[in-house]
């Protein structure tokens, strides 16, 4: 079974940077397309960014240039590294995973999910 834990949010003002972690188990991260979603209130879970199964990575054009996901597949970590953060980032942070290798951004698509983690940002 794979489970994922996301670690890393917090209340930050805006300007700063945050970086949040994905601890996968019960699998190797390797094998997986890895993704971060976002689900701000009254609204629905969108595609942030996602670092497929073969290391190419992709964003959402709100986060591109700001934002940067990474994967550790040895220590079973994908990172996300959230630069000049902005107050309409504030959300709750999922990270998911589904076993393909292709371009993944939908939520439907993916198969194993987080908790979250809440990020706040201040203006």
């Known amino acids: 079974q794979v489970q994922l834990v996301e670690s890393g949010g917090g209340l930050v003002q805006a300007g700063v940077s945050l970086r949040l972690s994905c601890t996968a188990s019960?699998?190797?991260?390797?094998?997986?397309?890895v993704g971060w979603f976002r689900q701000a209130p009254g609204k629905e879970r969108e595609f942030v960014a996602a670092t497929r199964r073969g290391g190419r990575t992709d964003y959402a054009d709100s986060v591109r240039g700001r934002f940067t996901i990474s994967r550790d597949n040895a220590k079973n970590l994908v990172n996300l590294q959230m630069n000049s953060l902005k107050p309409e980032d504030t959300a709750v942070y999922y990270c998911a995973a589904v076993g393909g290798s292709r371009y993944y951004n939908r939520a439907y698509e993916y198969d194993y999910w987080g908790q979250g983690t809440q990020v706040t940002v201040s203006s």
């Open positions: 019960g699998t190797t991260i390797g094998s997986y397309t």
